[in-house]
């Protein structure tokens, strides 16, 4: 089962950043936060992980509280191509810890 | 940009027929998976591969199930002897440049429909 809660979905407009929640209140110590999409059943896509610190690339920020019980993926100018469904997904780095367990996610839609 | 490639995008198949998905990993990835997707269903883990041998599979990798990376650049998943339930989009996706296991890429899929 996955370790991770998160809405069912969210609404954001188009333009306007899109905060989708992530609860991992059992998260150890040495798992990373994952983030995916899955665009219409394509395949999913690596949006950003991060361990315990805030991480930003080209897609996406990823911010995880001190505690690293949650955490919030921020689009931060949502257009219509980020319809998807998010995944947050809590995985180990180390030999052994290899597959993502997805849940239902997040269906996000972004509205014109 | 690299990315994995998947084919055949879509493969029908009767009931019973053996069947091959094959797959392209990024250039000097370590790590490869199969994942599948049930219509209107979670993506489901399937089998993970390292090192030229299964690291991890789960329960729903039977012994109909196998796979194989034949000639270093190709990753295979078979179906010995396919059931209706079989029906899905199947991922491959491949991570990994050095010992640590970091981010899977995946693969656009390929949809089975059993007959």
């Known amino acids: 089962d996955a370790k991770t809660t998160q809405p069912t979905s969210m609404d954001c407009a188009e333009g306007r950043a899109a905060n989708l929640p992530c609860n991992h209140s059992t998260i150890s110590g040495n798992e990373y936060v994952y983030w995916y999409r899955q665009i219409h059943s394509q395949g999913p896509q690596y949006i950003i992980h991060g361990l315990k610190n805030n991480e930003t690339n080209e897609m996406a920020s990823l911010i995880i509280t001190e505690d690293r019980k949650s955490s919030t993926l921020i689009l931060p100018h949502a257009t219509l191509r980020d319809t998807a469904v998010y995944y947050c997904i809590v995985r180990g780095n180390w030999a052994g810890s290899y597959q993502l367990t997805f849940g239902k996610g997040t269906k996000l839609s972004v509205i014109p | 940009e690299p990315e994995v490639t998947q084919t055949p995008s879509h493969q029908v198949t009767q009931m019973g027929q053996e069947v091959i998905l094959r797959c392209v990993p990024i250039s000097n990835h370590l790590y490869f998976y199969w994942y599948r997707q049930i219509l209107g269903q979670k993506v489901e883990f399937l089998v993970s591969?390292?090192?030229?041998?299964?690291?991890?599979k789960s329960e729903i990798f039977d012994d109909q199930f196998s796979v194989e990376r034949p000639d270093g650049s190709n990753f295979t998943l078979k179906i010995r002897s396919t059931k209706l339930e079989d029906s899905a989009m199947y991922f491959c996706a491949s991570g990994g440049r050095n010992e640590i296991n970091t981010e899977a890429f995946f693969g656009q899929g390929t949809r089975l429909t059993v007959v």
């Open positions: 591969f390292y090192n030229n041998e299964i690291s991890e």
